[in-house]
């Protein structure tokens, strides 16, 4: 059980007090309990053995390996072992990522198109893109990061409606293609309105993304130049 199914459990009162009468009359079962608690692998690391016995009974198999044997087609299993390097704790897989980080050659871009070098500020990479608290204040249960990603989208578009005065702002990580296609929708949401017009100066990729995301919403749409006009806002 999870200590969120422990706590939504009637008898929830009853075992608190059997662990604090354990706590104070078996110390060593106390601690014999706590070290089995703490162990990472039997927290997280799927049913114990007698478990296993249990739920494979209940499905009529005698082995995990059955199990899998009904389950999956044979045309698809992979039949060898798989070519695995031995294990690493996290200090070495940090040490061999650096190793094959040092292979790559920082080349100049070229490539333009909205795709240029930036320069992160030390105090944003400290206080948000490294900041431990928007992964470990949540429950190791779920996407840590995309949780604290949520709240940090929600902090930055507060302070976009504030500091432009809007009612509405879109705040994300997307790429500018993908942006501008949310836009398109945003807009069609609130206008209804089935024609969209994009500058001819925009990058490439930015117009085939717009377009795909057009097709979906049955929006058509057509390139201008907004600087010689030739267009009417009445029904775009």
């Not at 432009?164 to 997307?174: A, D, H, I, K, R």
């Not at 117009?207 to 049955?218: H, K, N, Y």
């Not at 058509?220 to 775009?236: A, M, N, P, Q, W």
Request: glycine share 6%.
């Amino acid at each position: 059980l999870s200590f969120r199914s422990v706590v939504s459990c009637t008898g929830y009162t009853k075992l608190s007090q059997s662990l604090r009468l354990a706590y104070h009359t078996t110390p060593v079962r106390h601690a014999y309990f706590m070290r089995e608690q703490t162990q990472f692998h039997r927290r997280h690391i799927g049913p114990r053995d007698k478990d296993q016995e249990k739920m494979l009974e209940a499905i009529g198999c005698k082995s995990l390996d059955e199990m899998i044997d009904k389950t999956i087609p044979k045309g698809i299993k992979f039949e060898r072992e798989l070519d695995l390097q031995q294990a690493v704790d996290e200090e070495g897989l940090t040490l061999n990522l650096r190793r094959i980080a040092k292979q790559n050659q920082v080349w100049r871009s070229y490539i333009g198109m909205g795709y240029y070098n930036t320069v992160t500020p030390a105090p944003i990479a400290r206080n948000i893109f490294e900041n431990p608290g928007w992964i470990t204040s949540y429950t190791p249960y779920q996407a840590e990061v995309s949780q604290g990603r949520l709240e940090g989208l929600v902090n930055f578009q507060t302070m976009v409606s504030d500091l432009t005065g809007l009612p509405v702002s879109n705040s994300s990580l997307l790429d500018e293609s993908t942006a501008a296609a949310e836009a398109m929708g945003l807009a069609f949401r609130k206008t209804k309105k089935k024609r969209f017009l994009i500058d001819s100066m925009c990058h490439p990729q930015t117009i085939d993304c717009v377009r795909t995301r057009a097709e979906g919403f049955g929006i058509e749409t057509s390139l201008v130049d907004i600087h010689k006009g030739g267009y009417s806002f009445k029904d775009v």
